[in-house]
């Protein structure tokens, strides 16, 4: 709002250099001093990415390790039939834990925790916008993750498999609490990963090079995008789901219970409306990753960039239509299943541009066998096998036979593996000289390669056959004499020459990796990308112009000059961490964004958030609370410090260019941050709306059920008319707190104050409403739906009481003016979001009913 | 026995089918694009430049899978509307899921009367079935690979599953979706008969049980009784009447136990009888371990005599 | 995020929005007909089903193919008079973007040939 018009010479070649040299005397010392990682115990409070993102990785890779150990227990318990070496109840729950750790504890975090550390590096910023965000999302992942693992040596493990299929999941046949650790533990995981999808988005779009526009982002960087977009829209569905069934476990709201209304189908849908994205969010990220090794391995620019970006983006919509080919064999009408048939072979086209634009880049160049590019090599061999499989699949009728057999374990493993964790491994092997002061072996790696690349063919290919001979899958043992026993044992003794490859890995990274700061091995492939800058804990010294997509290549001598400080923002404006915030299209500076630094606040927040979900799961409900309630109160104590302030006049960065140190709008990174959060909650709401007319739809006749009476129209007429007042208010203290000359308007906070009675008052008026027809949401589907939209707005207007109340707070404290008002403006966007949500779910719980007139 | 690489009825040979064709193109697909990597890779520069353009992903990448696909699509349609369809005279029959076995009921055609029997679908050749399937409890998937797809047993729902046995045999069918604890060990056997042996075996089944002809078996009746047996497991024609359990009317012509188990003799009945947690941990029947062993083999043998 | 350059996301984007609209509304409407058995209804001796089906693939598949001739136009355009590097890649995006998803939206429609509506 308040930054400068810049000139548009952005895109010109740089001919002369935005800051002169020498450079002031003390500025470097500056920049380090204010990127200085905390010493000691409080090394933990450490946010910056560089930090973070490696802890990260290593904690996801912990994971990998974990539920790798797993399946080879399960693959000796398999070796030989009616094998007795571990019961049919810890079978059970290891394949459970194989696939929810792999899955949530391993594949996204890992590749999130990879684009922490990379992202920022790659666009050259200094950091990622919210870096305390990451440490909250790492911390609550970390604690929340091992004690969720560390059910298995209690026998307290989910029992149910990765999918929880209800109604096995459901109190009648899962009384004991195993089922909630999945739904509570990985509830919360979850909430961590849209944590880090929102970093990354506004990361991406934000936090860039100079220059780096939009056609010259690196492919890795279009890939987190299209990721975390893809998180942002699928994972609310597996939360509402979760939400769905653990209301069901507790309070015996039958969403799912066929007997009462509900429908099994329901959690299928919200499952793997989640689950099939999920396999796309794990693979896109890799494949960025590929798209960046490949060219550095093979010396020349990707070959088809643009074609490469579309088929990322055509992946990310189509991924959205695939998630009925989960549900195949559930008797679903032909038609129906058929277009699913269609949009998953749709989605394999864009497969099949990244391979072959892979394979021309190869081809343009000069491909040199390192470990990276083995690892790439491997990956396209089983990846492009697993693909096909997918084809096959794909077709109904085909899947029919091999749906729930060892032939979907096979194609499964094909892709994941190959999709996921070869491009994983080459992106180690090819990026530890980023952040270790020596590079792993080369002679290792090889064996490290040909360890798991047989082990995973050995391990798998066997397994299309025995499915197709009638294995099913997620069976504790089988009998003698069906044709399957010689098969089983080689696919057991492929997963131990996989187990052997990565265990020489770990030996790998023991001998070679040695933590750097500002001394790491450096641009050992000679590649292309501004990772390989030199850098330290502030990432480089200044932010560089870029004018192609290879600057290393193209900018000769970028890496002295930006280390010399001759581009932008050489040092610190504030004398804090900063980041320079960009425009995201053509990446021309907007404005200093002030980073926070380390913190216990993201730390104890985190804690206090998995001692909450985790105290829920064991039902000490009063230590949860308080738990929650601590976790709170940490999360506004780290909230207070942020929104500083214009705390000094804008500043020359170089060249020329003077940008604020503050800003806020919609130019705004938090802004930003907010309107994807709305995103998210929006997405949770849809899914509750669709949850809602499904059970309409399954349930004719009785919607609402004979003895069940529609509450009197007066009654949301009242609610809206609050939610509308409420919004209105706010509108007017908006109007009130503008100008540039820092007042802090009297009236705001009333306004604030009576806005938050109307909004608590509306979606009370609304429980009333309901609550005075006698409906109970435990007697059918139709009482649970309704209470779970008017519980899903409780929890709305609950989150905004609070932000309401902080915002008064702010304004007592000072802290809000007309200028410094970016807390304000997100519980502004906020309520705006739940007022209109309300108004919605009035529309829908009132008006729908009377428009079917119970059909 | 238990193959989709064995198909047994036609619908069954499309799959297979489908099946083969896929399973060659995607194999000539995957060499030619490892060929063609590995070209990429090790091939002189000079030789492999042409590969090296943007024209390779436009025709590789987009044109080849668009043609490919297009005509795969179609095909793969055609075969899912020609499978698995409910044909006119079919015979029907109801198969409903249990924690961990099947409740099979055919239902009263002509002058043919209703009954009940437990993991066993017993089928005539050449005329079209229709498998009636739900559940009644969690969700199971009903799967014969001999004679085509499966299909998911969901409480609250019920799903056809239209197929036709071509040749008589012995075929398995097993529980494909993870229901519990012994979802491992929750097969059934599938007999196709010729239409002949098929009435006569219907009409045997509809009878109720045969009386004890000796002693023993007389003996193995009154454990079966005074054991409580009865209110669990029906045993037609005497006061066992309990419905949560499998029909036992007619068990010894059954040729299997334990829900596709065992082969079905005394032996394995006592055993099945004195152990049932200990062979099928978490199924719903307890292990009568403390009955002797003469009462055992009373118990089994008059079992066993419920052809 | 400036009015022009959203509209030019918009118009990248656009075919794979006329797909997504044309899945949702075909899988919907097919759902909820069957679902309610509603779908043995006629218009012209047509099923209900089918010209759903048709009338949505017909709809988005034009929808998606004027997206396909304005980002034709405006790739061309560029090309003679150079604009922004960001613009032009904007405008081939869409290019390529609403061109695939001509085949995506296709492919939709193929089932109403073949199946029947609701067995």
Known sequence: MNAPELPKSFERRETEFPNPLPRPEGELDALKKAWKAPKGLSFITAVNNTYVGLWYVGTAFLFFILAGILSLIMRVQLAVPENDLVSHNLYNQLFTMHGTVMMFLFAVPAVEAASVYLLPNMQAARDLPFPRLSAYAFWAYFVGGLVFFGTIFFGMSPDGGWFMYPPLTSTKYSPAENADWWLLGIGFIEISAIAGAIEIIVGVMKTRAVGMSLDKLPVYSWAMLVFAVMIVIGFPAIILGTLLLEMERAFDWPFFIAERGGDPLLWQHLFWFFGHPEVYIIFLPATGMVSMIVPAMAQTPLVGYRLVVLALIATGFLSFGLWVHHMFATGLPKMSLSFFSAASTAVAVPSGIQVFAWIATIASGRMKLTTPSLFVIGFLFIFTLGGLTGVMVAMAPFDWQAHDSYFVVAHLHYVLIGGMVFPLFAAIYYWVPVASKRALSERLGRWVFGLMFLGVNVTFLPMHITGLIGMPRRVYTYPVGMGWDALNLVSTIGAFMIAAGVALFLVDIARNFRFAGEDNAGNVWNASTLEWLPNGNYATRSIPSVVSRDPLWDQPNLSKDVEDGRYYLPGTATGGREALVTSPFDARPQYILQVPGPGWQPVLAAVFTAAFFLLLTVKFVFTAVICGILALGCVIWWLWETDPGPVRPPADIGGGIVVPVYVTGPMNHSWWAMIVLMVVSGMVFTCLIFSYLFLWLVNPGAWPPQDIRIPDWIWPAVSAFLYCGSAILIAVASRQLRGEDRRKPRPVPILIGVALLLVGGASAVDLWAQWQTDLSPSAHAYGAAVYAITSLQIFFVLTTLVMGIYTIARWLAGKLDTVRRTTFDNTMLFWYYTAGQGLVGLLVVHGFPRLTGGV | MQSALDPAGGDAWQLYWLTVVMTVGATLIFVLVTALLLYAVFAPPERRAWLGTRRTIVYGGLAFPIVVLSLLLPYGLIVMRDVDVPQPGALQVEVIGEQYWWRVRYPAEGEQTEFSTANELVIPIGRPITVSVTSSDVIHSFWIPNFGGKIDMIPGRINRFNFTAERPGVYRGVCAEFCGAQHARMAFDVVALEPAEFDAWRRMQAQPAREPAIPLLARGRELFRSGGCGSCHVVRGTEANGQFGPDLTHVGSRRTIGAGQFPNNIGTLAGWIANVQQIKPGAKMPSYGSLTGEDLRAMAGYLESLK | ?119
């Open chain 3, 1 to 119: 995020m400036s009015g022009a350059r959203t509209l030019q996301v918009l118009l990248a984007l656009g075919g794979m929005i006329a797909w997504a609209v044309q899945f949702t509304i075909i899988y919907g409407v097919t759902s909820t007909l069957c679902g309610r058995g509603w779908a043995d209804a006629t218009i012209f001796g047509i099923g209900i089903v089918p010209l759903t089906i048709l009338t949505t693939t017909l709809a988005t598949l034009s929808a998606a193919a004027i997206l396909l001739a304005v980002s034709l136009r405006e790739d061309r355009r560029l090309r003679i008079r150079p604009a922004s590097a960001t613009d032009s890649f904007l405008s081939h995006a869409g290019v390529l973007i609403n061109g695939f998803s001509l085949v995506a939206i296709l492919w939709n429609g193929v089932p109403a040939f073949i199946l029947p509506a609701c067995a």
